[in-house]
């Protein structure tokens, strides 16, 4: 027997996309809460309309499907509208940091060549000290407003390729200017599924989203959420009374802790005594995080810590699909592979390792992202033999857990050795008088290279020569470090993202 369809009907059955998935979702509960935003409640219905509109609004003042639309904005209702809208008109949002310097954000909206720039109010004023291209100036508030109504109600219903871009999320890194990761419809829709299926997301569950939508931490989670008929919670950053607030209200299998904050964080939930009303599963990128401030979490919350590693470029993959158990500092962070990607761990040559050697992975998986923006050296050297090099090394132990190592670009060289600083770093964290300790590379006339720890105690009394004797029960001669240096939390030097900035440090020896 044998099925016909017409011309194109095959391919065009496969071109899901992020708008139209949402637009499709919309009939199942268009009075379901879709956005809160603190006083402001949207319905599905009303996000459908007001994303139909602008969408439209923007293609009738001529912008083209791949044109770049810049969004400045701190967290707030209006974001999610913004991404959905240019989803359903081919657009792609450059999600610009509102933290970063002129320099920085002038180089971001310069790099993605943005047509039209969508400004809060507030920082409006900014785009003003910068040189850059010519664009329209959209501001959030009545401009927008009456922007929006020049548009139709009905939805756009274009037809849009899966692997063109969707949204622009820029990786700080630790040194030079941001770069502009593009990631497709393809591969957020890859991402929602992994995140739902990893994480067993209910259907109509809440999202909070106080994580600034720039990162992926909020804009996957936040498109994810709505394309399972959830509740978006918008909360504009770190705000622990609005948070405390919204988990005695609402039930919820996913909330985000990030790096800095877990532990301040765990200390207010148990002085106020705050009554959890329900999470599965909290926190993210352990590997960063005090062992004493999981273990407070996870008491606080009443849910396991999620013992993740990914990134902006791939989502979830390649690891994030362990937890660690309620009330437990870890001794050891052993993660496990994530589904839906391929990964190799491999040599400076590209040749696979054994197990138990540390390999930079690289990865394939339908949750990549397509490239960095206006980056042909980069993209031709990171994407080298069809496969994403990450530059982050892990090592596969023989029950086929992962462990982190270190980033490539950290790799000590001393005495011919390889030295990776996390491994350092693990044996201070794993200690409950350490706070944070970051090791980084001092130029040496016999070794080349050696390697320096700068360390935050949450004792006052620890001392460096006892770090030094638990340096040396637990490591060989050559990875223990010259010196240790005490600062406060303070003076560690931090990107807008939390990122400690290795070169500044290494700039100070």
């Known amino acids: ?28 509960n268009p009075q379901h809460r879709a956005v809160v935003d603190g006083d402001r409640v949207q319905s599905y219905a009303v996000l459908e309309e007001r994303s139909n509109r602008l969408a439209n609004a923007l293609l009738d003042s001529g ?47 310069n790099l993605v060549e943005a047509t039209v720039v969508i400004v809060q109010a507030e920082l409006a ?35 849009i390729d899966p692997e063109d871009g969707l949204v622009i999320l820029y990786t700080s890194g630790t ?26 997301i209910p259907i109509g569950d809440n999202f909070c989203a106080w994580p600034p939508f720039y990162h992926m931490a909020s804009t996957d989670q936040a498109l994810a959420t709505l394309l399972r008929g959830g509740t978006v919670h918008v909360i504009d950053g770190y705000e622990p009374d609005l948070l405390i607030d919204l988990l005695e209200r609402e039930e919820m299998r996913f909330f985000i802790l990030m790096p800095g904050m877990v532990g301040p964080f765990a200390a207010i939930l148990e002085q106020k005594k705050v009554k959890v009303k329900g ?3 909290c926190g993210a990128m352990a590997d960063l995080v005090p062992r004493e401030d ?44 994530s589904a839906f990607c391929e990964m190799r761990l491999v040599d400076p040559d590209d040749n696979e390792v054994p197990i138990g050697t540390p390999g930079e992975v690289a990865l394939r998986g339908p949750t990549l992202f397509s490239g960095y923006w206006n980056a042909d050296e980069t993209n031709a050297q990171d994407f080298r033999g069809g496969w994403f090099h990450m530059g982050d090394v892990l090592r596969r132990n023989e029950d086929g857990t992962l462990d982190y190592v270190d980033r490539v670009k950290y790799m000590i060289k001393s005495g011919g050795e390889n030295i990776y600083p996390a491994e ?19 130029p040496d006339r016999k070794w080349s290279e050696v390697p320096v720890a700068f360390v935050v105690p949450a004792d006052p009394n620890l001392t460096a020569d006892e770090l030094m004797d638990l340096c040396r029960e637990n490591l060989s001669s050559y990875k223990q470090p010259k010196d240790i240096i005490f600062l406060s939390e303070e003076e560690l030097p931090r990107s807008t993202t939390g990122k400690v900035q290795r070169h500044e440090l290494e700039a100070r020896l």
């Open 279 to 281: 999470v599965g599963v």
């Open 424 to 442: 350092i770093e693990q044996v201070m964290l794993a200690d409950a008088r350490v706070h944070e300790a970051v090791v980084v590379r001092r």
């Open 294 to 337: 999981i273990a407070a979490a996870t008491r606080a919350l009443d849910a396991p810590f999620n013992n993740s590693f990914g990134a902006t470029e791939t989502g979830f993959p390649p690891a994030s699909s362990a937890l660690i158990p309620i009330g437990v500092a870890p001794t050891n962070l052993s993660k496990r592979q």
């Open 175 to 200: 040194t030079g200017l941001p770069k502009g990761a593009l990631i497709s419809h393809r591969a957020m829709v890859a991402r929602c599924m992994c995140f739902t299926s990893e994480f067993q």
């Open 1 to 28: 027997m044998s099925l016909y369809l017409p011309p194109g009907a095959v391919l065009s059955s496969r071109k899901a996309t992020i708008g139209a998935l949402f637009h499709s979702r919309v009939p199942a």
């Open 125 to 159: 004023e900014t785009l003003d000290r910068l040189e850059l291209t010519p664009h329209r100036r959209i501001v959030l508030g009545g401009d927008y407003e009456d922007f929006l109504a020049t548009g139709a109600p009905d939805y756009p219903d274009l037809d």
């Open 63 to 109: 912008l083209q499907g791949g044109d770049r639309v810049g969004l400045l904005a701190r967290n707030r209702l209006e974001y999610v509208e913004i991404e959905l809208a240019a989803a359903k008109a081919g657009l792609i949002v450059a999600c610009l940091n509102w933290r970063l310097g002129d320099r920085e954000l002038q180089h971001c909206i």
